[in-house]
């Protein structure tokens, strides 16, 4: 069982994984099944941003009789308690992150991987913009896209260089 030990993190993530899952869920009008408790302890195992279907198979190894409108129904209610993110993706269909804390993403435009880093904007920036344009920021999105390492390397070793770049464009 892993415990996460970052005091900046708000304190039902510092908390072992199995007693975070239960606060988290024990709000009114909602229940805290098995099923609920499988999908937000498979998404906050990772950090891959999984999709439905990704989270699906993860839980479905522990628990085989899960299915994946019940994985579906649960990340809708993990969203709308705040406790996970949905992340658009142009490759059609949502990833979904455990991280609410204030980030960005990274995501390769490649193999569709995608990652977190500190928020670059910060707290500064939404206060001038509340200041200028008479608005209070409630949320934001922030994703650069690029390629990642491993396909920027790729596409370096696929691509024809020097002479034989110019030659193929005589051809």
Not at 66 to 80: C, F, G, I, P, Q
Not at 103 to 125: E, K, Q, Y
Not at 132 to 158: I, P, Y
């Amino acid at each position: 069982m892993r415990t996460i030990i970052n005091k900046a993190l708000p304190p039902f993530r510092r908390m072992s994984a199995r007693r975070a899952v239960s606060v988290v869920l024990r709000r009114p009008h909602y229940r805290t099944t098995r099923q609920r408790r499988a999908v937000l302890a498979a998404l906050r195992a990772t950090e891959s941003h999984p999709s439905a279907e990704e989270l699906y198979r993860s839980v479905r190894a522990k628990q085989p009789r899960v299915s994946l409108a019940t994985v579906y129904r649960n990340l809708r209610v993990l969203v709308e308690l705040g406790h996970a993110r949905e992340l658009p993706h142009g490759r059609g269909q949502s990833r979904f992150d455990a991280n609410v804390a204030p980030h960005a993403h990274v995501t390769c435009t490649s193999c569709g991987r995608i990652r977190d880093i500190a928020d670059p904007l910060g707290a500064r920036f939404y206060g001038q913009i509340a200041k200028r344009h008479g608005v209070v920021v409630e949320s934001h999105h922030v994703e650069f896209l690029g390629l990642c390492t491993t396909c920027a390397q790729r596409s370096a070793h696929s691509r024809p260089s020097g002479r034989a770049a110019l030659a193929g464009r005589r051809g």
